[in-house]
């Protein structure tokens, strides 16, 4: 009771990186509350799924395996968390800002009246006060977010609904494993118990997942460009810089809404976080909603001709120029240095 | 077959275009600063109930707005482009909601209009970006979700179920569920069509109550309610309003008291200056840069 839960998402039988991520934090905070740490699976055809979540550390794996589970609908899913809360009340409940985690949450608190905060870009434990009805709560979830386009960072609280729930981006915990031995108990839940057969009602009648045409999340260099690179023609000279540099092309999201690039490479609350060890932002204003996305990169580049941007404030080199200028001369210099 | 549906849209202000005086000193909203407009993802939402209504004859689009007088103007601008009519929820009471007391408020509504096949609205407001309205007032009422979705493909007459194309993580989707059911649809759908210039004319002086009884901000130039007569013969005009009461909603459920998330603190952005090298674009400097770069295999 009054654990820590996350639901694990998956992609036929295998555990998304976000999930695993989520258990890791998940971890954390229950060492840190004194409790457990608990997961959530379902699916179709989900023997042996433990092996890929136990070594993040957790102490009691919930298990629905049944015909329909997968590919995942809002109904069932919902079903099984609602029910299985009802009876185990727990504190916490983690989930990834992904299409999925975004499409259960919601339902799931809204059927048990509990709070939900989206797209949180970190989580911590403290305490709140309450100065009009005079209490004090301790150990309550602090979910953490950008706010209002980006502009403000709200800290979120839920005092008196359970549980509280929170979703998180892939790539902004960190996925670390805690014990490869580590044993924790498995529950096979009867399905039929917890979903009832009307709530099949969505069906999936044709599926197509790629994998992803880049490797943002795990690029060493990541070469970003903002509104200020004018068109995806500007773009392209990025393209250049990073296939110059076997980097990876990233975008803010007035450069995504402008269209001048795809979504899929947008960095940001609402996009990819990113952890490079070279950043270089091109255009790029830098609204709380961007740097959410990569200000933990180690160097970090800023090329703009205001030299007021905002971003300039957390760069490392600052170059005050068009990137029309510079982006050519980078290619150029870089060319001539490594000849 | 004719159908019947909702668009939930909002009233947001535009977050998008956040100028420099947008923050007050004291690091709040400033929310004079920043333009009022339709929520971007809303608009394809209405897109998506409009193309069914040319699809399908006797199709009704009602708009289902909540927010305080001024957001009448989401009905007018829905009207503009061809929706049927639209009523605003409006009410002290619900102020300061969260999503789950927005959603309470908004499956009140609907349970009050009753008949219904589609409730359809964007995925999230640029405001919040929680995208969870939809989903919750999916669940207040029962009824199946369709999220992100793309576009609609096809509504079969017989078994009154519906098509859609939807994003997932990584690829697409199509799946198919039964109405009455709740779908929210996203940005990268297709755009809403313009204003209809006969509907603009028709209804550039429908208001609500509210409007009506201040000098509207539609049309600043005239003293309040400049044709009373208008309104008595063309019933169309007024916009309808409903407080709590006229949706049978439970105060507590409603506004700040029906909201468990709780705002705990807000700051402003200040981000701890780094040291930094500021260059400039010539030559020397870039080639400088790169250098010390690869010097120290930053690169390369």
Not at chain 1, 271 to 278: D, F, N, Q, R
Not at chain 1, 300 to 316: C, G, H, L, R, V
Not at chain 2, 237 to 258: F, K, P, R, T
Request: hydrophobic share 40%; charged share 25%.
């Amino acid at each position: 009771m009054n654990n820590v839960f996350v639901y694990c998402e998956l992609e036929g039988t295998t555990v998304a990186d976000v999930s695993l991520e989520l258990l890791t934090k998940g971890r954390k905070l229950a060492n840190q509350l004194n409790c457990s740490l608990e997961a959530i699976v379902a699916g179709t055809g989900l023997d042996g799924i433990e092996k890929q979540v136990m070594p993040y550390g957790v102490d009691k794996l919930h298990v629905f395996d049944a015909e329909g589970l997968f590919p995942y609908t809002s109904m069932p899913h919902a079903s099984i968390l609602i029910n299985l809360f009802k009876e185990e009340k727990p504190q916490i409940c983690l989930m990834g800002a992904t299409v999925i985690g975004r499409d259960l949450g919601p339902r799931v608190s809204s059927a048990l009246t509990s709070g939900l905060t989206a797209d949180c870009t970190s989580l911590e434990i403290g305490s709140h006060e309450d100065k009009k009805v005079g209490k004090t709560y301790e150990n309550l979830l602090y979910q953490i977010r950008p706010a209002f386009g980006g502009n403000i960072v709200a800290t979120i609280v839920n005092p008196e609904h359970r549980p509280q729930m929170a979703t998180v981006r892939e790539g902004v915990m960190k996925k670390e494993i805690c014990d490869e031995n580590y044993k924790g108990e498995v529950v096979k839940h009867d399905v039929a118990k917890y979903v009832p057969g009307t709530d099949f009602v969505v069906k999936v009648i044709d599926r197509h997942v790629e994998k992803a045409k880049h490797n943002l999340k795990g690029a060493a260099i990541v070469v970003a460009g903002g509104y200020g690179m004018g068109s995806k023609e500007g773009f392209d000279k990025l393209f250049e810089l990073a296939k110059e540099l076997h980097a990876e092309v990233g975008a803010s999201r007035a450069a995504v809404d402008a269209g001048f690039c795809d979504h899929d490479r947008q960095i940001g609350q609402t996009g990819l976080t990113v952890h490079p060890k070279l950043y270089i932002a091109c255009g790029i204003s830098g609204q709380i909603q961007h740097i959410a996305g990569m200000q933990d990169a180690g160097i970090i580049i800023s090329i703009n001709n205001d030299e007021n941007a905002p971003i300039n404030k957390i760069a490392d080199y600052v170059i005050n120029g068009t990137v029309e200028e510079v982006i050519p001369k980078m290619i150029k210099y870089y060319k001539k240095n490594t000849k | 077959m004719s159908l019947k549906i909702i668009v939930l849209a909002k009233q947001v202000p535009d977050t998008r275009n956040v100028g420099k005086d947008a923050m007050k000193e004291d690091g709040t909203v400033n929310r004079a600063a920043l333009p009022a407009i339709f929520n971007p993802e809303d608009l394809n939402a209405l897109e998506q109930a409009l193309r069914l209504k040319d699809a399908f004859p006797g199709t009704t689009v009602t708009v289902l707005t909540m927010g305080p007088g001024r957001a009448a103007e989401i009905i007018r601008e829905g009207l503009y482009r061809g929706a049927d009519g639209g009523y605003l929820l409006t009410d002290r009471a619900f102020a300061g909601a969260d999503t789950l007391a927005t959603s309470y408020a908004l499956a009140t509504a609907v349970k009050k209009i009753k008949d219904y096949d589609i409730i359809i609205g964007g995925r999230q407001a640029i405001d919040g970006d929680t995208a969870q309205v939809g989903p919750q007032v999916a669940e207040k009422l029962g009824l199946p979700q369709i999220t992100y979705a793309e576009e609609i493909l096809n509504v079969d007459e017989k078994s009154r179920h519906i098509t859609v194309k939807r994003h997932i993580d990584g690829g697409v989707e199509t799946v198919e569920g039964p109405m009455p059911i709740v779908i929210t649809v996203n940005g990268s759908a297709a755009p809403c069509r313009p204003r209809n210039a006969k509907f603009v004319m028709k209804y550039k002086r429908a208001l609500g109550a509210q409007e009506k009884a201040a000098a509207p901000a539609c049309h600043p130039d005239q003293a309040p309610l400049a044709f009373p007569e208008l309104y008595e013969k063309h019933p169309y005009l007024n916009i309808q309003e409903w407080s709590v009461a006229d949706v049978n909603g439970d105060l507590n459920q409603c506004g700040l008291s029906g909201s468990p998330t709780k705002v705990k603190s807000i700051e402003n952005i200040v981000f701890q200056a780094k040291e930094s090298k500021t260059l400039t674009g010539s030559d020397q400097d870039v080639e400088g840069l790169i250098v010390e770069l690869l010097a120290n295999h930053t690169i390369g």
